[in-house]
């Protein structure tokens, strides 16, 4: 049974920092793509961020480019997602996703497979 937790969300203020962890388990860590997506209230879910089996290679939104990194650690089957400089309209609930054996970065929520239950961010004006 795969699962995904995610934590670290919270409130935080404008131009704060947070770290989302996301602890994968009942897959294939080392060869699955990952990914963190958000959805807002009344919004669709929406594509933030995507990494390679190894790290090497990662895809960013442009809304988030240069403010968030993504990051794996294959040894703690746990993947981050690092945000810095946040603003009001980063508020969402995100998820983390994943697909294996693929190491196509997709930003489209229906390429993955797996998904957690998400964690709150929100970033107050």
């Known amino acids: 049974q795969v699962q995904l937790v995610e934590s670290g969300g919270g409130l935080v203020q404008a131009g704060d920092s947070l770290r989302l962890s996301c602890a994968a388990s009942?897959?294939?860590?080392?060869?699955?793509?990952m990914g963190w997506f958000r959805q807002a209230p009344g919004k669709e879910r929406e594509f933030v961020a995507a990494i390679s089996w190894r790290g090497v290679n990662t895809y960013y939104a442009d809304s988030v480019k240069g403010r968030f990194t993504i990051s794996r650690d294959n040894a703690k089957n746990t993947v981050y997602l690092r945000m810095n400089s946040l603003k009001p309209e980063d508020t969402a609930v995100y998820y983390c996703a994943a697909r294996s054996g693929s190491e196509i970065l997709a930003h489209t929520p229906s390429w993955y497979a797996y998904w957690g239950q998400g964690t709150q961010v929100t970033v107050s004006s």
């Open positions: 009942g897959l294939s860590f080392s060869t699955s793509v």
